[in-house]
């Protein structure tokens, strides 16, 4: 079964307002991931946060952290056109010596107008 | 710096047919090698995953196969393509051993099984 689960599946907003996405997963994890997937492209990671961080800032991008909830929220700041994609969470459940899997979500589809 | 291809970006075949995808990245030694499956609004469905060559480790029964002939070059095979095996199929890596597993996804191929 999927570890992470995104919430909601699909977003419209329209374009200068926040965008909230959120993740939730199953069992322990060493780092969560988001991933942003443009139609029809691969996917490109955004940003990473490890299970001992809370909080984590990249431009507009705002990820948080809650491993007592074993959940993660996406923030979008002034959303733009350009941030239409699908944007999912991976989890990456290390357990011993070296890890080389992501357990992906199904996404969330975030549509910003003009 | 590090670049990942695949080829080819769209493919229809008919049903029984063979299939060979090729992925290689250039700008790193000894990478994790991953490809996953993504079905139309879906998440993504991890197939095989290599970390070394002629190492492979499969994630679910299929009628596919994976190789790794050389430490850049990961290839997706089929015998016989069924209906099913349609989807977009993405290749990826991530650094050995040490790092936090962020991957880097190819472009994508997408497979049409008439």
């Known amino acids: 079964s999927q570890q992470g689960e995104e919430d909601p599946q699909a977003l419209s907003i329209q374009e200068g307002e926040n965008a909230t996405m959120n993740c939730s997963y199953k069992?322990?994890?060493?780092?969560l991931q988001w991933y942003r997937q443009n139609s029809g492209r691969g996917l490109v990671h955004l940003i990473l946060?490890?299970?001992?961080?809370r909080e984590k800032h990249s431009g507009r991008l705002r990820v948080t952290l809650d491993t007592s909830k074993k959940s993660s929220s996406l923030l979008i700041t002034a959303s733009r056109a350009a941030d239409t994609a699908s944007y999912f969470c991976?989890?990456?459940?290390?357990?011993?010596?070296?890890?080389?899997?992501?357990?992906f979500g199904k996404g969330t589809k975030l549509s910003v107008i003009p | 710096s590090q670049t990942i291809h695949q080829w080819p970006a769209t493919l229809v075949q008919p049903v029984g047919s063979p299939l060979s995808l090729e992925c290689t990245v250039e700008?790193?030694?000894?990478?994790?090698l991953y490809w996953y499956r993504q079905a139309a609004g879906r998440g993504l469905q991890l197939l095989f995953y290599?970390?070394?060559?002629?190492?492979i480790s499969s994630e679910v029964p299929q009628n596919l196969s994976a190789s790794r002939p050389q430490d850049r070059q990961f290839i997706l095979s089929s015998k016989k393509l069924l209906l099913s095996d349609s989807g977009f199929y993405l290749c990826?890596?991530?650094?050995?051993?040490?790092?936090?597993?962020?991957?880097?996804f190819g472009p994508g191929t997408r497979l049409t099984v008439l």
């Open positions: 990826a890596w991530s650094a050995g051993q040490g790092g936090y597993n962020e991957q880097f």
């Open positions: 069992t322990s994890i060493n780092n």
């Open positions: 946060i490890r299970s001992n961080e």
């Open positions: 991976a989890t990456d459940a290390r357990s011993g010596a070296g890890s080389y899997q992501l357990t």
């Open positions: 700008g790193t030694s000894n990478p994790n």
């Open positions: 290599s970390v070394g060559i002629g190492q």
